[in-house]
């Protein structure tokens, strides 16, 4: 089964409220990676939490990591129609790979 | 915007054909990668590789074929598509080295029709 699980599948919110993303694995990582995808293009990268790290921000991202509860979150805060797009959370458990979760789909509403 | 390409973008042919895949980046990175997708669905990974002349299998067993003779070239081979090889096929690359993996790059995805 997959490492990674997000949650929800699906989210649809109006404009400048915020977006939350859950993701949870199974196994011990080296880190963990938050990506997002519009429809049809390649993955682009978020940001990346290690495994000794708590939290991390990135203009309006926050990303969380609770390694004890195996689970991670990603904040959009402030959302804009253009952050509609489909987001991934993804482990690095091996040092030479990572394992993609099931993606959340985020719809803003303008 | 990552400095890796995929070609064709779109790929429509019949059954039995062979194809090839084409990635390139022009990062130096040592690691690639193939995913595949299908429409609104998780990536998996279905060969990766370390560098020049190194080979893995991923997570997803796949009847295609990769090769790594230069650097920036990673191509995947298909000897005779089928319908269960339609999908959407994403390379990547990373720099290596320190034990973890880092930021992965992302083409923009072949997406392959079998008739």
């Known amino acids: 089964s997959q490492q990674g699980e997000e949650d929800p599948q699906a989210l649809s919110i109006q404009e400048g409220e915020n977006a939350t993303m859950n993701c949870s694995y199974k196994t011990s990582i080296n880190n963990l990676q938050w990506y997002r995808q519009n429809s049809g293009r390649g993955l682009v990268h978020l940001i990346l939490i290690r495994s000794n790290e708590r939290e991390k921000h990135s203009g309006r991202l926050r990303v969380t990591l609770d390694t004890s509860k195996k689970s991670s979150s990603l904040l959009i805060t402030a959302s804009r129609a253009a952050d509609t797009a489909s987001y991934f959370c993804a482990t690095d458990t091996s040092g030479s790979r990572l394992t993609f979760g099931e993606g959340t789909q985020l719809t803003v509403n303008p | 915007e990552a400095d890796i390409y995929q070609t064709p973008r779109y790929l429509v042919i019949g059954t039995g054909k062979k194809i090839t895949l084409e990635c390139s980046q022009t990062?130096?990175?040592?690691?690639m990668y193939w995913y595949q997708q299908d429409p609104g669905m998780e990536l998996h990974l279905i060969h990766y590789?370390?560098?020049?002349?190194?080979?893995e299998k991923g997570d997803l067993s796949s009847e295609s074929t990769v090769s790594r003779i230069r650097t920036e070239h990673f191509p995947l081979t298909l000897e005779s598509a089928r319908p269960s090889h339609t999908s959407q096929y994403l390379c990547?690359?990373?720099?290596?080295?320190?034990?973890?993996?880092?930021?992965?790059?992302f083409g923009e995805g072949s997406r392959l029709t079998v008739l």
């Open positions: 590789s370390y560098g020049v002349n190194s080979t």
């Open positions: 990547a690359s990373s720099l290596g080295g320190g034990g973890t993996t880092g930021e992965l790059f």
């Open positions: 990062m130096g990175h040592d690691k």
